[in-house]
């Protein structure tokens, strides 16, 4: 059983890392604003298993891969870097459950639980809950633990994302004030990933 002086941090962490503002939270609220919050469940649990998921098999198996091999967090970044790109420009042209195109559709499980891969905040706070509260003599029950408290924590904070989008819709019904909220989303999760380019290229140069 993980020690309390490490169990409370551990909350603690998860609660702020969960809550605070991110490519996931952007995404959450624009899809909440557009789809409603019913349709963006299968989202919220790609998000919360997928991070899960990540905690698992990085605290077993990468951890040590990725600490002697630096090159793949900028390898990381590039790739998420146009896979963030492309999401806002999806988030950017969604005109609304009424107004969007027929093939419109929010993220699915799948596909909320592959983005982890490619999110650079998931992977600072997955690597940072791992390193930081999973004993090395203890990762069997530790990482478990981790990834319970990460789900626990992070589950009802996003649902206040997506379902604060969901109340904003309610004073977005102009699709013009939709479009424009929806732009302004993009415009926002572009700018949370400027951060992780400007470390990259450091990297490189």
């Known amino acids: 059983m993980m020690p309390y002086d490490l169990l409370l941090p551990l909350l603690s962490f998860c609660f702020v890392s969960s809550i605070t503002p991110g490519p996931n939270n952007m995404m959450l609220l624009a899809s909440g604003a557009t789809f409603g919050l019913r349709r963006t469940l299968p989202h919220m649990a790609g998000i919360s ?3 899960a998921l990540m905690v698992l098999v990085l605290g077993w198996a990468l951890a040590g891969v990725i600490a002697r091999v630096p090159g793949l967090f900028v390898a990381l970044h590039f790739v998420s870097t146009l896979y963030l790109l492309w999401l806002a420009w999806r988030i950017a042209t969604s005109a609304g459950p009424h107004g969007a195109r027929p093939r419109a559709q929010p993220l699915s499980v799948v596909d909320a639980a592959a983005f982890q891969w490619v999110n650079p905040k998931a ?3 997955v690597l ?3 390193t930081n509260f999973a004993r090395p003599a203890h990762l ?4 478990p633990l981790v990834a319970l408290v990460l789900l626990a924590i992070g589950l009802p904070c996003i649902t206040l994302w997506a379902g604060s989008g969901e109340l904003l819709s309610r004073s977005l019904s102009d699709p013009r004030a939709l ?3 929806n732009i302004g989303m993009a415009a926002l999760l572009v700018t949370s990933i400027l951060p992780g380019i400007w470390r990259a290229l450091a990297h490189i140069t």
């Open 123 to 125: 992977w600072a706070m």
């Open 140 to 143: 069997l029950t530790d990482v």
């Open 49 to 51: 298993g997928g991070c």
């Open 179 to 181: 479009r424009l909220f």
């Open 128 to 130: 940072g809950a791992v």
